[in-house]
């Protein structure tokens, strides 16, 4: 299981903003070079971000890009699907059906269940987390209550 680099380096650069004193405001080039990114990489990343309402861009001398929402009201799910989507859509299927315009197993699908249970359980995480708590500690915080799926019990013999 994969996040894309754009998800990677998207959150980064929301992060970089994230940091800012309130009134501050971080150009692209500025961010560019924190990040080891390219401007123009940096620049379409900060366009998703600012489409998806994330960040504001004010232009001028003293422009720059600064958070659209508090940290704290800004779930790192919303930024990872507005960046890439997710591991598992609706569309999963047809996007994974080797040379057929519809999988063979379509109809009665043993893989499907497993992509659904690990869409909810990374869900699950990534909703409840805010570039609040990413700024906070740069150690994740243990995933306490929450029952991210049952395993069901085999059989014996």
Known sequence: MKFSAQEEYGLRCLLQIARLMPGDSMTI?????????????????????????????????????????????????????ALGGKLYDDDFCNRHAGQ????THAIDC???????????????????????DLLASETPKPVSNVTLFAVPQRATR
């Open 29 to 81: 080039p500025q961010i560019s070079e924190v990040e080891a990114l390219s401007q123009t990489h940096v620049a379409k990343l900060l366009m998703i971000l600012r489409k998806e309402g994330f960040v504001r861009a004010t232009r001028g001398q003293l422009g720059g890009y600064t958070l659209a929402r508090a940290p704290e009201e800004i779930p790192v799910g919303a930024v990872l699907a």
């Open 100 to 103: 057929n315009a519809l999988c």
């Open 110 to 132: 043993s893989v499907r269940s497993l992509w659904q249970v690990i869409q909810g359980a990374v869900d699950q995480v990534v909703d409840r987390i805010t570039l609040a």
